[in-house]
Nanobody
Framework: QVQLVESGGGLVQAGGSLRLSCAASGRTRGNAMGWFRQAPGKEREFVAVISWSGGSTLYTDSVKGRFTISRDNAKNTVYLQMNNLKPEDTAVYYC?????????????????WGQGTQVTVSS
């Protein structure tokens, strides 16, 4: 079992920054950790993923150069630094843990999910 708790969401103006955190507990060793988001009326979409070692990362094209995923395994925490935020980044952001793969962009391959944190970017 893995428990995930996100924090750090909020309201920010376009061009601003936020850092999301995801605190994990339970079986955390070896997990790939990802961030997904879901905007109103849209399907959940992949944002970023990081391998257990931190040596592999993937991003969706729309956030490349603006978002950075990182992790601190000693603290069992994954971060998503979001810079130059745009109104289209507005969504509920979820972190997720994948126990069986090194990295993946597919939501179906993640085994545990957090409850989500709201990010709202005003124009």
């Amino acid at each position: 079992q893995v428990q995930l708790v996100e924090s750090g969401g909020g309201l920010v103006q376009a061009g601003g920054s936020l850092r999301l955190s995801c605190a994990a507990s339970g079986r955390t060793r070896g997990n790939a950790m990802g961030w997904f988001r879901q905007a109103p009326g849209k399907e959940r979409e992949f944002v970023a993923v990081i391998s257990w070692s931190g040596g592999s990362t993937l991003y969706t094209d729309s956030v490349k150069g603006r978002f950075t995923i990182s992790r601190d395994n000693a603290k069992n925490t994954v971060y998503l630094q979001m810079n130059n935020l745009k109104p289209e980044d507005t969504a509920v952001y979820y972190c997720a843990a994948a126990l069986r793969v090194v990295v993946t962009t597919k939501a179906s391959e993640y085994d545990y999910w957090g409850q989500g944190t709201q990010v709202t970017v005003s124009s």
